[in-house]
């Protein structure tokens, strides 16, 4: 037969237990990161602008290099070098648009944001003028 303290004293016990897996699930969450404030969104954009236009030549060599391991070291030289050409025309441009634009805050127009960034993939241009 269950007594009337050992019920109190099981109950107990379960509310202890709720009570920590409780607690341990709150504590063990991760605080969300502080959102990046208005200078820091705009200084980001205004450096990568200059970035993106003084060294948007590097396309030149990243589209040889890319194009060679894609394809052969002929067509990488000639196609790769075109291709970084008119990769290094839209990095340039995007770039001046950034430095344009800056006191917007707004994600970059080239993926990667700048050219030294993930320099095996190709690089992309996305949607122009969508915030962050």
């Known amino acids: 037969m269950v007594t009337r303290s050992s019920r109190a004293a099981s109950l107990l016990a379960v509310m202890v237990l709720m009570g920590q897996l409780l607690w341990h699930g709150v504590s063990a969450a991760e605080p969300a990161p502080p959102p990046a404030d208005y200078g820091q969104l705009v200084g980001r954009k205004l450096a990568s602008g200059f970035s993106n236009m003084a060294l948007g030549i590097a396309e030149i060599p990243k589209n040889m290099i890319i194009t060679t391991n894609q394809t ?14 008119l990769h290094t025309l839209g990095r340039t441009l995007s770039g001046i648009v950034d430095i344009v634009t800056f006191p917007v805050p707004t994600q970059p127009i080239t993926r ?18 969508q915030r962050p």
């Open 72 to 85: 052969n070291a002929l067509f990488g030289v000639t196609g790769g070098a075109i291709k970084g050409l």
């Open 112 to 129: 990667p944001p700048l050219v030294w960034q993930d320099f095996q993939t190709e690089t992309q241009y996305g949607p122009v003028f």
